[in-house]
């Protein structure tokens, strides 16, 4: 597509419950990151792909966090038992390789997440 | 580890008013630096960049200067208009092995009024 896209959008769960949130990146993008927008945190790096493996994966908050890619594309974000302070918007990033380590990240309108 | 501060907010300014937002940081070796901004409703997108010191990163009129001896990245617009706002983030990407990955300032709203 033309830029990044997540999904949902909004999402609203209880407490306890699994949620999944997904991210289509920039097509041929190699490089994909996870980050979190709460209130009073800013924004918090998560999770870091070059295509499928994940070299940096230290903004990870808890073992309930956790994320995949597949086919160098697709990445899902998989949080277990959710809890009130999973609250938060998610927002994926995606980079080429133009630019190398100074390359623009194109972000996603964010995925919200309100765990109740 | 690295980090970004950014002058607290919200910022409230009138139109054709000049804008600063502070930005200073600290890491090691030399980042690049750049400044992100979330329009109402909308995704982050980059406003500029600064790849080594005194470079200065340019774009729909607002500017920012690398400032390696202060260790500072200060966005500056001469004549603001009520389309600019919007929140803005400054971020700085370490290089090396940080693999791109950026880390941001906590965000200033901006509001400019007729």
């Known amino acids: 597509g033309a830029g990044v896209s997540q999904s949902p959008s909004n999402k609203v769960t209880e407490k306890g419950k699994d949620v999944e949130l997904r991210c289509d990146p920039i097509?041929?993008?190699?490089?994909l990151y996870w980050y979190r927008q709460s209130l009073g945190q800013g924004l918090e790096f998560l999770i870091y792909f070059q295509g499928n493996s994940a070299p940096d994966k230290s903004g990870l908050p808890s073992d309930r966090f956790s994320a995949e890619r597949t086919g160098g594309s697709v990445s899902t974000l998989t949080i277990q038992r959710t809890q009130q302070e999973d609250s938060a918007v998610y927002l994926c990033?995606?980079?080429?390789?133009?630019?190398?380590?100074?390359?623009?990240?194109?972000f996603g309108e964010g995925s919200r997440l309100t765990v109740l | 580890g690295d980090s970004v501060t950014q002058m607290e907010g919200p910022v409230t300014l009138s139109e054709e008013a000049f804008l600063t937002i502070n930005c200073t940081y600290t890491a090691t070796g030399y980042p690049s630096l750049f400044w992100y901004v979330q329009y109402p409703g909308e995704g982050l997108q980059l406003l500029l960049k600064?790849?080594?010191?005194?470079d200065k990163g340019s774009n729909k009129g607002f500017e920012a200067t690398y400032r390696k001896e202060t260790t500072s990245f200060h966005l500056e617009k001469g004549s603001v208009q009520v389309s600019d706002s919007a929140v803005y983030f400054c971020?700085?990407?370490?290089?090396?092995?940080?693999?791109?990955?950026?880390?941001f300032g906590q965000g200033t709203i901006l509001t400019v009024h007729p």
């Open positions: 097509s041929g993008h190699t490089a």
């Open positions: 971020a700085l990407s370490a290089g090396g092995t940080s693999y791109g990955k950026l880390t």
């Open positions: 990033a995606s980079r080429g390789l133009a630019g190398g380590g100074t390359g623009e990240l194109f």
């Open positions: 600064a790849t080594k010191a005194d």
